[in-house]
T-cell receptor, first 112, second 117 residues
Framework: GNSVTQMEGPVTLSEEAFLTINCTYT??????LFWYVQYPGEGLQLLLK???ADDKGSNKGFEATYRKETTSFHLEKGSVQVSDSAVYFC???????????WGLGTSLAVNP | GAVVSQHPSWVICKSGTSVKIECRSL??????MFWYRQFPKQSLMLMAT?????????EQGVEKDKFLINHASLTLSTLTVTSAHPEDSSFYIC?????????????FGPGTRLTVL
């Protein structure tokens, strides 16, 4: 079945550091891939998405590229800010299956 | 995207009582909503798919008689935790499915924190 594997946290960085959160997936067919973010005390928000191979999703300085050959969708940001401190979830939906398959989440703490 | 609200945002109840959580789609008519449960420092667990005008579809291992879901209108789905016990304490999140194609997006409510004493 479909699954998402996400690097374990917590990740602690200093402000302006480079961020990578790894995400790999197993899926049949051609899934859509998502990164969601959950800020402290808030609900989940879609950060970015990609719906086909080689698509790059981007938002708020974050990027992730849909790599079918490596079945990956790693999240990157060149310079993190304290306000990026949150939990990040990688997820996928497969084909006409509307259910989201979630990774376990990666907690990011950015220190000033 | 769709704006989703949940009520209440937190609730504390005594063991054995029932608690109703509302999920409203404020600007979108949602035929499909999802209910999740999130444990501390863990991922989301899909509990059920709520379909407007029909019975909810429950995930394996989720007791449908304990977690009653009603999706009576295109803007409201409710989750009732019946005879709640301390192990039901959790963060419950709903989402609205926007779009009918393969590139569906879900928009999430802010969640409801349930504490059962």
């Amino acid at each position: 079945g479909n699954s998402v594997t996400q690097m374990e946290g917590p990740v602690t960085l200093s402000e302006e550091a480079f961020l990578t959160i790894n995400c790999t997936y197993t899926a049949t067919g051609y899934p859509s891939l998502f990164w969601y973010v959950q800020y402290p005390g808030e609900g989940l928000q879609l950060l970015l998405k990609a719906t086909k191979a080689d698509d790059k999703g981007s938002n708020k300085g974050f990027e992730a590229t849909y790599r079918k050959e490596t079945t990956s969708f790693h999240l990157e940001k060149g310079s993190v800010q304290v306000s990026d401190s949150a939990v990040y979830f990688c997820a996928l939906t497969g084909g006409n299956n509307r259910k989201l398959i979630w990774g376990l989440g990666t907690s990011l703490a950015v220190n000033p | 995207g769709a704006v989703v609200s949940q009520h209440p945002s937190w609730v504390i109840c005594k063991s054995g009582t029932s608690v109703k959580i509302e999920c409203r789609s404020l600007d979108f008519q949602a035929t499909t909503m999802f209910w999740y449960r999130q444990f501390p420092k863990q991922s989301l667990m899909l509990m059920a798919t709520s379909n407007e005008g029909s019975k909810a579809t429950y995930e394996q291992g989720v007791e449908k008689d304990k977690f009653l879901i009603n999706h009576a209108s295109l803007t409201l789905s409710t989750l009732t935790v019946t005879s709640a016990h301390p192990e039901d304490s959790s963060f419950y999140i709903c989402s609205v499915l926007e779009g009918g194609g393969p590139y569906n997006e879900q928009f999430f409510g802010p969640g409801t924190r349930l504490t059962v004493l």
